[in-house]
């Protein structure tokens, strides 16, 4: 049987010109994952990373912390099916649009004179409003840079195949990437249909936690999800 511990990038620069970037709160918060980790002889024959900065550098993290008290940890192997659904993106690119026709945006959309706590909070009301209607398919963003949802479900699909393909049994697998991600093989492993009820797991996952799955025999199984026993309140994060 086989161990694998997805785990959520540290804090990233919310709002900031750079959201893929691990805030302050951010590098402090994989340091204690990392310590936190290697203290409890948590070990990873293998590991996987997406190729976004928030991802890797949180790895980064954790591997010096590892490498600070002489533990060995396994080379990451980079997978593009790791990286988080294109949702934010969907929308910057929406909301000229969604701010002419939509009602509810047109109430809730922050003001360019608010200040950035009431405006974080009206931006992430808008958020779950656009993405509950994005991935199903009332809002279509035929753009280029946006990968559909429905193709964001097949590559994390793909992603955990190949993780399972490249993770030889009795192995602890560690899987460091985004919240939208775990949310999604969570439903793998949990078999949820509601595509809203995927959608919304992501805003319950928080910075570093750890999700932990067993594999045998073909099956995958959640033994916990969103885990932050590393983290004091103050350092609690979402976003």
């Known amino acids: 049987m086989s161990q694998i511990y997805f785990i959520r990038h540290a804090q990233a620069s919310y709002m900031a010109a750079n959201y893929d970037k691990l805030s302050p709160k951010g590098e402090e918060q994989s340091a204690i994952l ?21 991802q890797k550098k949180t790895l980064e993290i954790v591997s010096d912390c590892f490498k600070q008290q002489t533990i060995e940890i396994a080379s990451p192997n980079i997978l593009t ?12 690119l929406s909301y000229e649009k969604l701010l002419k026709e ?11 004179d608010e200040d950035m706590g009431r405006a974080k909070k009206k931006l992430m009301i808008v958020f779950k ?4 209607k994005w991935v199903n398919g009332e809002f279509v ?15 994390v699909k793909e992603g955990l195949a190949t993780i399972l393909e490249k993770t030889p049994p009795k192995s602890t697998v560690g899987v ?7 949310s999604a093989i969570t439903a793998e492993a949990l078999g949820l249909n509601s595509e809203s009820k995927v959608a919304d797991l992501n805003y319950a996952v928080r910075n570093t936690s750890v999700s932990k799955f067993l594999y045998s025999n073909g099956e995958l199984n959640m033994l916990s999800f969103n885990e932050v026993p590393h983290l004091e309140e103050g350092m609690i994060t979402f976003v």
């Open 34 to 54: 990392g310590n936190y980790l290697a203290e409890k002889n948590i070990r990873f024959d293998h590991t996987f990373v997406g190729t976004l900065s928030r």
């Open 129 to 132: 409003y656009f993405m509950e």
């Open 81 to 92: 099916s790791l990286n988080e659904h294109q949702g934010p993106r969907a929308m910057k």
């Open 102 to 112: 939509d009602k509810f945006v047109q109430e809730n959309f922050p003001a360019a």
């Open 141 to 155: 963003v035929d753009h280029p840079e946006v990968e559909p949802w429905d193709v964001f479900r097949k590559r």
């Open 176 to 182: 460091f990437t985004s919240g939208g991600v775990i």
